[in-house]
């Protein structure tokens, strides 16, 4: 049974450019959730996508975007990358109706140069 | 304004000893979780334990317990017996609402041989 699994694993972009993260989720889930989580940090919230619609945000401006595919999968697109956008993005899949526990998977070390 | 709050930025205990993790939530939700997740070098969040907020006994998960007391807004984590490889950085979560996590700023543990 696969976990939630990321890529790529790292991402080296400059300023002003766009990337796009993949997520798949664990077998099962529904639920994707996204976060950013910057060095010496605790994990940032940055949205959830449920029945491909996004159901929740954090406090993240709107070049932060995202989608979620029939088989659950997930992407996160960033635009006009800053140097703070320098950060280990987190995905993570739970199952909607569950009591809220999530599965991460390993990260996307995103550096802007 | 909801939030979760670990005072320790760093925490040493010898090897095999009992070691206890402080965590102080705010949220005006009347049903909310509370999760433990370890995060190790590497980088992944690692599921540790959970308590509902209507739970009455505390979440034991082998070597890991959680400290409810509700009234105090607190949700301390325990570890027993103590190993190496618990050596790690440790969060502490809720999800007010059911969709949104949000993370404390984390404890890294050291454990001493």
């Known amino acids: 049974d696969a976990g939630v699994t990321q890529s790529p694993t790292h991402l080296i972009k400059t300023r002003g450019q766009q990337v796009t993260l993949r997520c798949s989720p664990k077998s099962g889930h529904d639920t994707v959730s996204w976060y950013q989580q910057a060095l010496g940090q605790g994990p940032q919230f940055i949205f959830q996508?449920?029945?491909?619609?996004?159901?929740q945000r954090g406090n993240f401006p709107d070049r932060f975007s995202g989608h979620q595919f029939p088989n659950y999968s997930s992407e996160l697109n960033v635009n006009a990358l800053l140097l703070g956008d320098s950060a280990l993005y987190l995905c993570?899949?739970?199952?909607?109706?569950?009591?809220?526990?999530?599965?991460f998977g390993p990260g996307t070390r995103l550096t802007v140069l | 304004a909801q939030k979760i709050t670990q005072t320790q930025p760093g925490m040493f205990v010898q090897e095999k000893e009992a070691v206890t993790l402080d965590c102080t939530y705010d949220t005006s939700d009347q049903s909310y979780g509370l999760f433990w997740y370890k995060q190790p070098s590497s980088g992944e969040m690692i599921f540790l334990i959970y308590q509902g907020s209507y739970d009455e006994q505390n979440a034991t998960e082998g070597r890991y317990s959680l400290n409810f007391q509700k009234a105090r807004k607190s949700a301390n984590l325990v570890i027993s017996a103590s190993q190496l490889g618990d050596s790690a950085m440790y969060f502490c979560a809720t999800d007010p609402g059911g969709f949104k996590t949000i993370f404390g700023a984390g404890t890294r543990l050291f454990v001493k041989a």
């Open positions: 993570a899949s739970s199952l909607e109706g569950g009591w809220g526990e999530q599965f």
């Open positions: 996508y449920y029945e491909e619609e996004e159901r």
